[in-house]
């Protein structure tokens, strides 16, 4: 439990000093972040049998070329056809050896979609804007997924009676994954009103408060699913963790599986919606 604790500062510490400094700091720990998370989802479906073709591998390399190379209004669309590029190359890899091998192909194509895809919303954010807005939208993504996931936790040993996935997380209970929600909303209304406070600005600067509890109740729900997809994997692959690169927490799947899917909430909220 130390070892948790004191990894847990360490990365709350590296986060939001990557959050502040913003720009290409921000960015570059989003892109080493996509390529270790590339990697554990590999290794993981390797180990299940099915010898994937580790293309998306590149897509970090790629993101970057074209955040490089691209003005900001065209990284979407360059992404997404990069993305489906590298999902024709192993795709066209695997069938021009002429064997069957569906599961080869499966295997190959959703590291691209998770995290790949979740991963380009993400570097997507960090254009969304400096100072308090910037730091407003990834305070939201990082702690309202965490806090869903630690309320969850708290409430179902305390309540929970009610299956939620027994295949795919004994553990998780419905009772757990009400309580996760509800504490996904209280924090993404009250979150906003520190981080004001923080800058020293206005009242106005915000959205409405029940903005934020919709978004609160969407990223929640995500963050769960996101949740369930990676014990989905790992269960699957019949491991325990991705990684072990942070001691006493796992890998960087294992600590970003839920924030990965709450990407979503906030890239429709903060990103298309203003």
């Known amino acids: 439990m130390k070892t948790r604790v004191i990894t847990g500062i360490v990365l709350i510490a590296l986060v939001s000093a990557a959050i502040m400094l913003g720009g290409w700091w921000l960015r570059g720990v989003v892109l080493l972040l996509m390529l270790l998370s590339m990697h554990e989802m590999y290794a993981a479906l390797r ?30 669309e360059a992404a997404v056809a990069g993305t489906a590029f590298l999902a024709a190359v192993g795709v066209g890899a695997i069938v021009l050896r002429g064997a069957v091998d569906g599961p080869r192909m499966q295997a190959t194509l959703l590291p691209l979609i998770y995290p790949g895809v979740f991963y380009i919303l993400m ?36 309540c929970g009676r009610h299956k939620l996935s027994a295949q795919i997380s004994p553990k998780k209970t419905v ?22 406070a923080l800058y020293g600005a206005d009242a106005a600067a915000l959205a409405p408060a029940w903005y934020y509890a919709l978004f609160g109740l969407l990223a929640g729900a995500l963050s769960q699913i996101g949740d369930l997809a990676a014990s989905l994997v790992k269960r699957d692959c019949g491991i325990k963790d991705f990684g072990k690169i942070f001691p006493g927490h796992g890998g960087v799947m294992d600590r970003l599986d839920g924030i990965l899917f709450a990407t979503l909430a906030c890239h429709v909220f903060f990103r298309m919606m203003g």
């Open 47 to 76: 180990r299940k049998g099915t010898r994937p073709l580790p293309v998306g591998m590149g897509l970090a390399p790629l993101l970057l070329l074209c955040a490089l190379l691209l003005p900001q209004g065209e990284l979407m």
């Open 123 to 158: 570097f997507d954010l960090t254009y969304a804007g400096e100072g308090m807005p910037r730091t407003l939208l990834f305070v939201l993504l990082f702690l309202v997924p965490s806090m869903n996931d630690c309320f969850a936790l708290f409430t179902g040993m305390a």
């Open 175 to 196: 009772e757990g994954s009400v309580g996760g929600l509800a504490a996904a909303v209280a924090f993404a209304v009250g979150l906003p009103f520190l981080v004001r």
